[in-house]
């Protein structure tokens, strides 16, 4: 039986707490006259899996420009992994994809683009352990899981959402940990990304 939660906004990121949780809060707030500060869940260890999150933990990723930092969680076993996808919209430039630090940015812009994006679509229809905001990693994001999770990504090139140019785009190689501008029509692979608030 999966647990009740309560989600809110808070800017770019989401608050997600049991609903059970929640309750208890508000109930001791009209008790005390007083909000008490609600236990975070622990964060695993990198390269553990994360209970509820839907992967495993890669780290903690700055956020870019000064935004809020969060933790990176990578989809395990085949749920999460696309063998042979092309990244789409070859000669095609897209602007609002070339983010090297965020790919949920990157993955809502190609998705929302109109053309045919089929590493970014089956990324973001992803649905795995009750989460519904998967996504392609930006750069930097899959740099940071060369670095902490390899073990979790096949020897081989795996696309990142991140446009290198209007027939080209980053992909990760998790052989040698070398970034390069891969032809957005080859079949490749791809691993969806996922991300929680670090506050």
Known sequence: MQQATISLPLGKATLTVPAEEATRILIDSFVQAKVP????????????????QGGVYAGLMRGENGGPDYHLIVARGDEGFAKEIA????????????????GLANTQ???????DHPAAEWAAGLEIDGHGDWYLPARREAALCYANVSELFEKAWHWTSTQYSPDYAWYQDFDDGGQYGGRKVIQTRARAVR?????
């Open 37 to 52: 500060i609600p236990a975070v869940q622990k964060t695993p260890r990198i390269g553990e899996y994360w209970p509820g």
């Open 195 to 199: 991300r929680t608030s670090a506050i």
């Open 109 to 115: 812009a190609l998705a929302g683009s109109g053309r």
């Open 87 to 102: 990244w789409g919209g070859y000669e095609q430039d897209e602007p609002a994809a070339k983010s090297e630090w965020d």
